[in-house]
């Protein structure tokens, strides 16, 4: 993303995001059907991240864009909810796909007469999603944008409509030139770096979302047995919980800072985090309650229910309420502080950092699996996730410590801010 937010910005948000998802699809339909351990990733995984890297920073360039100052904190409350409603479809369905077909079943496609097993006939569903994505797309305009002030749509044409006359080698030749002087513009603004530093800071919390895709599916498989409703646990009741949450939260706080909501939300996220280090029996008394009848509905469980998943219940109620506070600030903190027209560019390299961290908690995650929660022998799930919980919990104590370097210009503006409601 923080190579293709620049090329967004000079290509347009209607261009950009049909080619994003054109190559999504085309990866998702080769890894459904390629059939093959090495042409999978190779034809479709590796190339599937340019069009997923297109899509990131595009939807937080077109929110701003198409909004003005009031519309603004809802308009990101409801990508991000529009965002968890995708997630919610996701988690149920992952479990429901996994527990029809079983571990070693297969799908005959209708027609082709192909047969696809589990994750090809997951990565099939995703294809028919993205597909629908594609065909919405056809209906954005490009070229409009929505003033700060005011709801008249004007009409500013983007550096793609600008760049087609001349033929396609000398198109594709003014877009990069755009993309080039984007970057410096960028890398020469002092505000950029101590946004850069935020981003970096919360990262340790960020890497919890990546846990619960890498580590907790084999975790929650080895611990209660395959099969586990680890998708529903976690991948409907935090979306689910978004959904509602997000649109409250963004009504109710308007007028606290973004900062200060980030250091909040990250601070419930990483507490919660600690819950996974307690024993799997931790909450075994509330197994037989409501509650315990409650969860166990909710996850369609068979049999009895075993404590660990109240635990993971717990957990992501808690971890949701928190990333409802600080998540859609952090995108509309990005938006803001990013000049006109380079949305895309600042969201793209705002990702930098978690592009780095993202290269150790694959790796992380399989050292952490293997070590503490092997498949086979004895294991000790305390110990993994108190490591996670760790790096999560630097996040909003390095925010308090490095308040002032962060962000002196915005403490001066409350200030500012402040006086002007006196002088009234």
């Not at 079983?102 to 597909?131: H, M, N």
């Not at 944008?145 to 600008?162: R, S, V, W």
């Not at 706080?253 to 507490?271: F, L, N, P």
């Not at 024993?279 to 075994?284: S, T, Y």
Request: proline letters at 5%; charged letters at 15%; hydrophobic letters at 50%.
């Amino acid at each position: 993303p923080f190579l293709v937010g620049a090329l967004s910005d000079a290509m347009g948000i209607r261009r950009t995001l049909l080619i994003a998802f054109a190559i999504c699809l085309g990866t998702r339909l080769v890894i459904a059907f390629a059939g093959h351990p090495l042409l999978a990733p190779a034809l479709g995984l590796i190339p599937m991240t340019l069009g997923v890297a297109m899509t990131i920073p595009v939807m937080v360039a077109a929110a701003r864009r198409y909004t003005n100052k009031a519309q603004r904190s809802m308009a990101f409350a409801l990508l991000y909810v529009l965002m968890n409603v995708g997630f919610v479809i996701a988690g149920k369905l992952f479990d429901v796909v996994r527990n029809f077909m079983g571990k070693d079943g297969t799908f005959r496609v209708p027609l082709l007469g192909s047969e696809l097993s589990v994750y090809e006939t997951i990565f099939l569903i995703s294809a028919a999603f993205t597909l629908v994505g594609l065909l919405a797309v056809l209906a954005i305009r490009d070229g409009v944008e929505m003033p700060d002030e005011g709801d008249t749509l004007i009409h500013q044409p983007t550096g793609a409509e600008g760049s087609t006359e001349g033929g396609g080698l000398r198109a594709v030749g003014a877009v990069m030139a755009k993309t080039g002087r984007i970057f410096a513009e960028v890398f020469r603004e002092s505000a950029f770096y101590r946004f850069l530093l935020l981003l970096t800071v919360v990262v340790g919390v960020r890497l919890v979302f990546y846990h619960m895709h890498y580590t907790l599916g084999p975790y929650a498989d080895r611990e209660l047995g395959y099969g586990s409703r680890f998708g529903t646990a976690w991948g409907v009741l935090n979306p689910l919980m978004i959904v509602f949450l997000t649109p409250i939260v963004g009504a109710l706080a308007q007028k606290i800072s973004s900062y200060r909501m980030i250091i909040v939300g990250t601070t419930i996220c990483a507490g919660s985090t600690f819950l996974l280090v307690l024993p799997n029996n931790a909450f075994v008394g509330l197994v037989d309650t409501w509650l315990g009848g409650a969860i166990k509905s909710f996850l369609s469980v068979d049999g009895d229910l075993a404590p660990l998943y109240v635990t993971l219940i717990i957990f992501a109620f808690l971890f949701s309420i928190g990333e409802a506070i600080w998540s859609p600030r952090l995108y509309e903190y990005t938006a803001s502080v990013a000049p006109k027209g380079r949305e895309s560019t600042y969201m793209g390299l705002s990702l930098l950092p978690l592009f780095v961290a993202k290269l150790t908690v694959g790796p992380l995650s399989g050292f952490l699996l293997g070590r503490y929660c092997p498949a086979e022998g004895t294991r000790n799930s305390a110990m993994l996730w108190l490591v996670v919980a760790t790096m999560a919990a630097i996040s909003p104590v390095l925010m308090l410590i490095l308040k002032n370097v962060i962000r002196p210009h915005s403490r001066q503006e409350e200030e500012d801010s402040a006086s002007k409601e006196v002088s009234r």
